[in-house]
């Protein structure tokens, strides 16, 4: 099959994925549009949002749906690197077993990432970055598709520990969660407190999102439209010359490298989900907001002015 014929073939399934997905979770377009655009440029993602949004309900459905395994963790204060990661136990032959940890799955949810202390958080985002675990000087590669998408809750600050940003970096995606609108809240209660279940179908195999995964990479951009990219990023940060007024006085520190990498590779996504060949300058304005928000950093006097991160990045765009 051809490169324009795989992305034909894209475009219906995605269409098709919506749809599945939707038997489930009414309304979040947005959202499940950023997840599903992440996992297609083999990406992470970074929930954030108050409890009772269907948060691990939106994440097992679309599971499901690709066909991919699903594991989720609750992330604890007492939680151990080793209780994500496994570990080796002596077996009945007295020799040492390596038992899975469940880090060793497609798809993995972090539930409430920053509940849990640093050592842990690390040992999740070092299996993100490399794709794999190593335990006892013996490298594990970790399945592919492998996507992690983390929740974190953003009104209780007690007993937490933030993610720094160069870990934040990690993710490609900062998504929030926002609460349904007046119907959409009506059609949850309707659906969730009467008897129903749906039946999800899986209609996409690991392998199939590996190759898709691909065809993304191979898709080709213009320099205008990288040049734009890395433009934006760059003026991200106060020190550079070409900071805006706006930067120099709200932002204390900008985004890096992996912001312009990953502005392309979800311009890329976002295109071929469109049924487009190459993407354009519209289709980096599309990702950037989720893929800027986490890497610009404001500093005091956009927090006492109430200056959002999302007004300064609009104003870059």
Known sequence: MSDVDQIKNLVVKYQELKKEIAKVIVGQDVVIEQILISIFAGGHALLIGVPGLAKTLMVNTISQALGL???????????????????????????????KGPVFSNIVLADEINRTPPKTQAALLEAMQEKSVTIGGKTYKLERPYFV??????????GTYPLPEAQLDRFMFAIELNYPSFEEEVEVVKSTTQNLTHEINPLFNAQEIIDFQQLIRKIPVTDNVIEYA?????????????ASEVVKNYVGWGAGPRASQNLILAAKTNAALRGKYAPDI?????????????????????????????????SLL
């Not at 007492?78 to 032959?93: K, Q, T």
């Not at 998408?149 to 007690?158: G, S």
């Open 69 to 99: 395994q699903f594991k989720r963790i609750q992330f604890t204060p007492d939680l151990m690197p080793s209780d994500i990661v496994g570990a080796e136990i002596l077996n009945d032959a007295k020799q040492f077993q390596f038992l």
């Open 230 to 242: 890395v433009n934006v990023v760059t003026k991200t940060r106060p020190n550079e010359p070409s």
């Open 149 to 158: 998408l983390a929740t974190q809750n953003p009104i209780e600050q007690e």
């Open 282 to 314: 519209e289709d980096v304005k599309a990702v950037a907001q989720g893929i800027l928000k986490h890497r610009v950093i404001k500093n005091y006097k956009a927090e006492a002015e109430g200056f959002t991160t999302h007004k300064i990045i609009n």
